[in-house]
């Protein structure tokens, strides 16, 4: 069965930075897109990243673009959200997604059970 991990969340200052990750299992994560969400207390989940199935296009929400870095590998069934340069509005649980087969973005069919950000300021 599908599964998705996140790891690497935790407690970081303002500034600071973080990788997070999220393994894979029960499917090719060659083939399907992989995205990032995260959902703040009192917030609806929003989009943060997505890497298309080939890797060839990224995309990212604009708060966080120029400080966030979606990747993947494949032979590990790894994918890793890099984040930089840190802000308190960044603070949220963080969730991997599984995007389509073949695809740029979704349908996110499958979550993981997410990972705590918090950054102080």
């Known amino acids: 069965q599908v599964q998705l991990v996140e790891s690497g969340g935790g407690l970081v200052q303002a500034g600071g930075s973080l990788r997070l990750s999220c393994a894979a299992s029960?499917?090719?994560?060659?083939?399907?897109?992989m995205g990032w969400f995260r959902q703040a207390p009192g917030k609806e989940r929003e989009f943060v990243a997505v890497?298309?199935?080939?890797?060839?296009?990224?995309e990212y929400a604009d708060s966080v673009k120029g400080r966030f870095t979606i990747s993947r590998d494949n032979a590990k069934k790894t994918v890793y959200l890099q984040m930089n340069s840190l802000k308190p509005e960044d603070s949220a649980v963080y969730y991997c997604?599984?995007?389509?087969?073949?695809?740029?973005?979704?349908?996110?069919?499958?979550w993981g059970q997410g990972t705590q950000v918090t950054v102080s300021s």
């Open positions: 890497d298309s199935w080939s890797s060839s296009n990224t």
């Open positions: 029960g499917f090719t994560v060659n083939y399907y897109a």
């Open positions: 997604a599984r995007g389509g087969y073949l695809s740029r973005g979704g349908p996110y069919a499958y």
